[in-house]
């Protein structure tokens, strides 16, 4: 293993590991609390809508895959905020839609077989140094909203109504969770791919959920159990030769099994 | 001084008519309780007087002012503080949410907020669970914590809905002997339908359903017995008391005469009850 970080891409997936890891533990952390994590699956598996057209109109795949789930999730937000009851029904809708309009613009690229397999999951052995740069400017972002607001997101998160009467804008606060986690499924789709990435999402957070007794540090605990499962899953990907994203997944799943046989115990 | 007034106020949600011409004035230092049954409009008239439910029709007038300009001197305890239990979040850090957008430190709580909140957890006598995870509050615990951030705002005005829905009786009481003691400051507004308990509590009571009726009950409290063992009323003697003005065909008169039109609320509620 150590001979492999000789290697710039090694390197690069190392530090991309890292990156967004700790920005799916934060993010996480607020989908889990918030109970969207239908929300977020959707906004992942819609946003290879995105992918489909940046391959079609020869953009950079972050740039289109960005703007596309951006744009689901503010779509999302729009619909949950009106008529919540609903909600599912909506997400699953534009969940295949977002997929399928993927699929029809790569059908419709002359020439040009994409490699759907590495998008549903992951290339992380294929990071460039721009992609880094777009992680690590994300993470920046998120941070500083995490610690600016956290109390306004802690009050929308724990009791919406409440704070809404406390004159929090609850309404700016749910868009942009849901935009940030949209942006992180996006850099997530590099690393473990838009399949795979609820997991990521999730486990992590599970974990750091029962260990926290406040949102800020299960926020920075899942960070961190979520670097650590993306670095033993690399070296499980390396040494036997395995798909990196699945094999960051079955790492965190096994974790969690252990974890909570530990956990009962106790 | 009156701190609330409603007049002629209606509100339907798509055509069917919850609110049917409601007509209430709360005046400072009451202790009222609305009574009624579920889906009666208790929950859609309190979401009114919060200026969360938009005015249709008729007005509602708070310390003076609309509703939603009134909200910092509003003090509110929601229906069920049993949801969002996993939620990793301290004792302290909910009660802090209560502070209305005051001047507020860049990053994190001001030490005053703290202080505050601190005082708030006293009254309630919580002070001690300050650092707790609320998941592990028992549910007249976590009562008590919604009602310590109800009242870091400093309200005037406390408005609780359903404040013991979920806690067994000797919790219920205990919430109850609080907001008995806050109540020398405070005009209290209590949703529920235990009338049996509350009445003994309460100053007032409006029985909605659809139409409003007021009752002043203050002055009735010496004729107040308890029976049983868990100190409920005796349902009779309650509405023997509360119907002796209006309602000359109540139950316990003794008529037994079924027959008649239930035009007064409060046999309504007794129908109900049945």
Same mark, same amino acid.
């Given at each position: ?15 991309? !590991? ?39 109109? !020869? ?108 004159g929090v804008n609850v309404k700016f606060f749910y868009t942009l969770i849901l935009i940030l986690s949209a ?61 990196? !994203? ?21 | ?12 949600? #798509? ?27 208790? +929950? ?5 007087i919060l200026g969360i439910n938009p005015l249709q029709s008729g007005s509602i007038s708070v310390l003076g ?99 013991? +829905?979920?806690? #067994? ?46 009752? #002043?009950?203050? #002055? ?38 079924? +027959? ?15």
């Amino acid at each position: 293993m150590i001979e492999a970080l000789h290697f710039e891409f090694m390197q690069h997936a190392l530090l991309a !590991g890292l990156l967004v890891s700790f920005a799916a533990g934060i993010i996480g952390s607020l989908i889990v609390v918030n109970r969207m994590v239908f929300l977020a699956g959707g906004i992942a598996h819609t946003s290879y809508g995105g992918i489909g057209l940046a391959v079609f109109f !020869g953009l950079p795949i972050f740039l289109g895959a960005s703007l596309f789930a951006v744009g689901a999730a503010l779509l999302i937000a729009a619909l949950t905020l009106k008529t919540r009851h609903r909600m599912d029904t909506f997400i699953g809708l534009i969940w295949a839609v977002g997929m399928a309009i993927g699929v029809i613009f790569v059908d419709l690229t002359p020439g040009y077989n994409v490699d759907l397999m590495s998008y549903l999951f992951g290339s992380i052995l294929a990071v460039s140094s721009e992609d880094l740069y777009f992680m690590a400017a994300l993470l920046a972002v998120i941070l500083f909203v995490v610690t600016f607001w956290y109390r306004d997101i802690l009050a929308v998160s724990y009791d919406s109504e409440y704070a809404g009467l406390r004159g929090v804008n609850v309404k700016f606060f749910y868009t942009l969770i849901l935009i940030l986690s949209a942006l992180t499924v996006v850099i997530a789709i590099k690393v473990v791919g838009l399949i795979l990435v609820i997991a990521m999402l999730t486990i992590p957070v599970y974990i750091a959920e029962k260990l926290s007794s406040s949102l800020f540090s299960m926020m920075f605990l899942s960070g961190g159990i979520a670097t650590l499962f993306t670095l033993a899953g690399l070296w499980m990907s390396y040494t036997y030769d395995l798909t990196s !994203g699945a094999s960051i997944i079955i790492v965190s799943a096994l974790s969690l099994g252990l974890f909570l046989l530990l956990h009962k115990k106790n | 001084m009156t701190v609330i007034e409603i007049k002629n106020l209606t509100f339907a949600y #798509d055509k069917e008519i919850i609110l049917d011409d409601i007509n209430l004035r709360v005046e400072e230092k009451e202790f009222l309780a609305i009574i009624g049954p579920n889906g009666g409009g208790k +929950s859609t008239l309190l979401k009114l007087i919060l200026g969360i439910n938009p005015l249709q029709s008729g007005s509602i007038s708070v310390l003076g002012k609309e509703p939603s300009k009134s909200l910092s001197h509003i003090g509110y305890v929601p229906q069920n503080t049993n949801v969002n239990t996993d939620f990793p979040i301290k004792v302290i850090e909910v009660v802090m949410m209560g502070h209305v957008g005051t001047k507020r430190p860049l990053f994190g709580y001001g030490k005053e907020e703290i202080l505050c909140a601190m005082g708030a957890l006293e009254q309630v006598g919580m002070q001690d669970y300050a650092q707790r995870k609320i998941g592990s509050l028992s549910g007249g615990q976590r009562q008590r914590v919604m009602i310590a951030r109800a009242l870091c705002a400093h309200p005037k005005i406390l408005i609780l809905d359903e404040p013991t +829905s979920s806690i #067994d009786i000797s919790g219920q009481r205990s919430i109850y002997e609080l907001l008995k003691v806050l109540n020398e400051n405070i005009t209290i507004i209590v949703v529920s339908h235990d009338i049996s308990v509350i009445l003994e509590y309460a100053t007032s009571a409006a029985h909605i359903n659809k139409t409003l009726s007021y009752h #002043d009950i203050s #002055d009735k409290k010496h004729t107040f017995h308890t029976h049983g063992n868990e100190g409920h009323f005796c349902e009779v003697e309650l509405l023997q008391m509360l119907g002796a003005e209006s309602c000359d065909t109540c139950p316990s008169t003794g008529s037994g005469n079924e +027959s008649v039109s239930v035009t007064d609320p409060v046999e309504a509620i007794w129908r109900e009850k049945k």
